[in-house]
């Protein structure tokens, strides 16, 4: 198990978090020294988990497209509105961390939807880019975790990799959550690329049913 050098909280402000859909929470949003990767994370501590319970908890790479423009083509911005307010409900931390394209950057991401408009899969357009299919690492979250002393936590997320790398870090995962399914007809081709090629936790069958549905 790798001794993951320290981070420390640098700053704490309170945030009234307000989407456009209505739903309103205020949430402490929390910076930090000391990173791995010198990114600028930021941890969203949103309510109080009851006593003895662990938190729920969220790792949600950064999503310029999906998370402020609505894009249809992932399903990003769905997935954190409803981490927001699941986790606000139990208690624990979103971590929002700077890894747009699944680490790629954002101008490589729109170059790699480019080679998707061109018939390959998500995974396939990073590649040929010459970037990893995923080139994420959560060292920085689980220093953000530690300097939080979160030691224990229900992960939300469908991606396995997560908890892995969050397991292999020294965090005990004790549970993972699934999150919604969100589809469009933009989107389907994408979630199914998630489940066949890194195992996510998502319903097939429904994706297949809903391409087909659209196909037609």
Do not use: W
Not at 83 to 90: D, L
Not at 124 to 140: V, W
Not at 202 to 213: H, K, Q, V
Request: charged share 20%.
């Amino acid at each position: 198990m790798p001794d993951l050098p320290a981070a420390t909280p640098r700053a704490r402000v309170r945030v009234p978090l307000r989407f456009q859909d209505g739903y309103g929470v205020d949430a402490e949003l929390v910076t930090f020294h000391g990173l791995a990767d010198g990114q600028e994370h930021l941890a969203v501590v949103l309510g109080a988990p009851e006593p003895g319970a662990v938190p729920l908890v969220r790792l949600h790479s950064e999503c310029l497209t999906g998370d402020v423009f609505g894009s249809a083509r992932c399903d990003c911005g769905p997935q954190l509105r409803e981490a927001v307010e699941r986790i606000a409900t139990r208690g624990g931390v979103l971590l929002y961390l700077r890894q747009e394209g699944r680490g790629i950057g954002l101008y490589n991401k729109l170059d790699a939807y480019a080679l998707q408009d061109q018939g390959l899969d998500t995974y396939a357009a990073n590649t040929a880019l010459g970037f990893p299919e995923d080139a994420r690492d959560y060292t920085a979250a689980a220093q953000m975790l530690n300097a939080l002393s979160i030691t224990e936590l229900d992960l939300l997320t469908n991606n396995p990799d997560k908890a892995e790398q969050l397991r292999g870090l020294g965090v005990a995962v004790r549970d993972r959550i699934p999150t919604g399914v969100f589809t469009t007809a933009h989107n389907v081709r994408y979630l199914r690329a998630k489940v066949l090629q890194t195992q996510h936790t998502l319903p097939i069958a429904r994706l297949t049913e809903f391409s087909d549905l659209n196909a037609g």
